[in-house]
């Protein structure tokens, strides 16, 4: 008598990392029962029909199967699972940028861009946060803009995060998180200050205009005589 043929149906299977793989099972012609095991990374487990198997490595998986008769026949086969990853992937999970005070609103900060190992559309958008509110992402583009005009003296820094998604499939996303520093530029006052006296007669009444500029005041002042 020939061993169990055993039917796996797609011997064939590829998954997203960020997905689970249910187990399907196989049948043996004789009906005998099919034992199902797994090698991960060397690992041999067993695992059961509609098991819910979570990969946690990008990589070739097999499962084999087993079904044993009465007569001592074993018979086996195997299905090969291919994990892989093909989320939308950001060059780092971490960017810091600068941009100098006083730039005005409504300036362009930053511009998202993540790889598309698919080739599908792509819509970027910023996670809630506390500055979602002077905070703004072309959903197409990845551009973001800050709509408040940057003050070191009010605030020196600003977080965001920044997804990454395929509109065909929302569970395949990739993150970034951006520190935007402000730069502190040095304000320098600007102004005249006039100085004027009261003439004694027979003597001249001289006014001092000094303009400020950076933070002195030039020695070299305007001189103007009243007479």
């Known amino acids: 008598k020939n061993a169990p043929f055993i039917d796996v149906g797609d011997a064939n299977v590829t998954v997203e990392l960020v997905s689970s793989y249910i187990e399907p099972g196989a049948t043996a012609d004789g009906s005998e029962e099919v034992t199902i ?4 990374n060397g690992t041999i487990s067993q695992v059961f029909k509609d098991s819910n198997i979570a990969f946690l490595e990008v990589g070739t998986y097999t499962i084999t199967y087993t079904a044993e008769d ?12 291919t994990v892989v990853d093909n989320r939308p992937v950001f060059d780092s999970l971490l960017e810091t940028v600068t941009v100098n005070e006083n730039i005005g609103a409504d300036n362009v900060v930053y511009t ?3 790889s598309n190992p698919l080739n599908h559309s ?8 506390p500055v979602s ?5 072309d959903q197409d583009t990845g551009v973001v803009t800050l709509h408040e005009n940057p003050n070191f003296e009010a605030k020196s820094s600003y977080q965001f995060m920044i997804t990454a ?3 065909t499939n929302s569970a395949l996303f990739g993150v970034l998180t951006v520190n935007l520093t402000v730069n502190d530029v040095n304000e320098h006052p ?4 006039t ?13 001092y205009i000094c303009h400020y500029h950076h933070t002195q005041c030039y020695r070299g002042c305007k001189l103007y005589n009243d007479y």
Request: charged share 10%; glycine share 10%.
């Open 165 to 167: 998604t395929y509109t």
């Open 70 to 81: 009465n007569a001592g026949n074993v018979g086996t086969a195997t299905r090969t699972v």
């Open 195 to 207: 100085i004027t006296g009261t003439a004694t007669e027979g003597l001249v009444l001289t006014s």
């Open 112 to 114: 998202a861009t993540a």
């Open 122 to 129: 792509i819509e970027y958008s910023l996670v809630s946060n």
């Open 190 to 193: 600007t102004g005249e200050v």
């Open 133 to 137: 509110d002077v905070l703004s992402i």
């Open 37 to 40: 095991t797994i090698n991960i």
